[in-house]
C-alpha cells in the first residue's frame, strides 16, 4: 500500500540567500539540471551581464558581485527553481506557493503565472533596477523575545523609532517587510544611519544593515514601480497552476486570477508598499494546512522567521523555541532544502 501523500507548502527565498557558503549551489545538488540555466544565461549574455553558471561556479565567492542585485537575484531564482524541481513528488502533495520579498516573483514563476522566458526577464529585469546607484537600504531589528515570543516592548520601541526618525528632517523611514519575529526598515541613508541612536542594541547584533538592498517595498520605490509596469506588460502573466499568496496575504487561484491585477499587484503595490511574509505564512497554513513547510535554497535564513509565525500562532502545537526545536528533532514540520539533512526529507 502507497503512502499517502503529504500536504506541502512551498516557500521561496528573497535577497540574501546566496552567500559565501552556498558558492557552487547549482553545481553541487543539481548537475542534472543546469539545463534550466540555458535560457537564463542567453537572457543575461544578451545584456552582457555574467552567466549564473559561471557565478556559481566561480572559484571563489566576491561579496560585491555575488550580491549584487542583478546578478543575486537570477542566482536565487535558478537554485529555488532547481530545488522546486527536485522536490518528490510521489511524497509530497504541492498546496500552495508562497515567498518572501523577491520570492514573491520566483513564486509567480514557479506557480506557472510567468512563463520560464518571462520569469526570468521580470526577475532579472526588477533585480537590476539598482545597477546604477541603489535608491535607500534596509535593516533588520528583532520583535521577538529570546524564545521566540512576541514582545510588545520591542514593538512600541520599533513603532517610537519610526515616528521620531520621521520627524528629523530629511528623513524618511518604513517597514519594509514583516517577517515573523523581525521587522526590515526601508528608507533613505539618514533615516537608517540614526536607527542605532534610537533602537537599543540587541546581541551586539541589532539594528544590523543589508548589504546591498534598496529600500524595497517603500514609497521611495515608487519611480521603480512605475518603470517596472512601463517595461513589462499584464499579457506576460497567466493563471496559475498551484494556488500563490502574496505578501498582502490574497490567495492568487488557479480559475479565478485576474492577470492584470496580479501585474499590477506584482509590479506596483508590493514593489513600493510593505511585504507582510508574516500575513502570507499565517494565511498559507490556516487556509491550506500544510502537513510540511519546504523552503527552498539558497540557503536557510527563512526558516527561524517562520517558525517564529507558527508559534505566534500556536500552530502545530508550538509556543516557544524551544518546543520548535524539540518538534525539529522529533518530526519536522519545516524542511529547509538549503540544510542537506532536511534536503534529504524532501527528496
Avoid at 236 to 255: E, H, R
Avoid at 281 to 288: A, D, M, P, Q
Wanted: glycine share 8%; with cysteine; charged share 20%.
Amino acid at each position: 500500500m502507497s503512502q499517502q501523500k503529504q500536504r506541502a507548502l512551498v516557500v521561496c527565498p528573497g535577497r540574501g540567500t546566496y552567500n559565501k557558503e552556498e558558492l557552487g549551489y547549482l553545481h553541487r545538488y543539481h548537475q542534472e539540471r543546469l539545463g534550466i540555466l540555458t535560457e537564463i544565461d542567453k537572457q543575461r549574455s544578451e545584456l552582457n551581464q555574467p552567466t549564473v553558471s559561471a557565478l556559481d561556479a566561480a572559484e571563489k565567492y566576491n561579496l560585491k558581485q555575488h550580491s549584487a542585485g542583478e546578478n543575486a537575484s537570477s542566482l536565487i531564482y535558478a537554485c529555488a527553481k532547481a530545488d522546486f524541481m527536485q522536490i518528490n513528488r510521489e511524497r509530497f502533495e504541492i498546496a500552495a506557493i508562497t515567498g518572501n520579498s523577491m520570492g514573491w516573483y520566483i513564486t509567480c514563476a514557479l506557480a506557472g503565472s510567468l512563463s520560464p522566458g518571462y520569469g526570468a526577464r521580470l526577475i532579472n529585469t526588477m533585480g537590476s533596477m539598482m545597477v546604477d546607484g541603489l535608491i535607500g537600504g534596509q535593516s533588520i531589528y528583532p520583535i521577538v523575545d529570546d524564545d521566540w515570543v512576541a514582545s510588545p516592548m520591542l514593538e512600541n520601541q520599533v513603532s517610537e523609532a519610526i515616528a521620531t526618525i520621521n520627524r528629523v528632517d530629511g528623513c524618511e523611514l518604513y517597514v519594509s517587510i514583516r517577517l515573523g519575529g523581525y521587522v526590515v526598515f526601508g528608507g533613505n541613508d539618514k533615516a537608517l544611519k540614526l536607527l542605532p541612536e534610537y533602537l537599543p542594541k540587541i546581541n551586539d547584533t541589532y539594528p544590523m544593515r543589508f548589504f546591498n538592498h534598496a529600500a524595497f517595498h517603500t514609497p521611495l520605490l515608487d519611480g521603480i514601480a512605475k518603470k517596472a509596469q512601463s517595461l513589462m506588460q499584464p499579457d506576460i502573466f497567466a493563471k496559475p497552476t498551484i494556488p500563490m499568496v502574496d505578501g498582502l496575504g490574497n490567495i492568487w487561484q488557479p480559475y479565478s486570477c485576474n492577470e492584470k491585477a496580479l501585474h499590477r499587484y506584482t509590479l506596483g503595490t508590493q514593489v513600493k508598499d510593505v511585504y507582510d511574509y508574516s500575513k502570507a505564512i499565517e494565511v498559507s497554513i490556516k487556509e491550506f494546512a500544510p502537513d510540511k513547510i519546504i523552503i527552498l535554497g539558497p540557503g536557510a535564513t527563512l526558516g527561524g522567521a517562520t517558525a517564529q509565525v507558527l508559534i505566534k500562532h500556536n500552530w502545530y502545537d508550538l509556543h516557544s523555541k524551544a518546543d520548535f526545536i524539540q518538534r525539529q528533532k522529533a518530526n519536522p514540520v519545516i524542511l529547509s532544502m538549503g540544510m542537506p539533512d532536511q534536503r534529504e526529507l524532501v527528496i
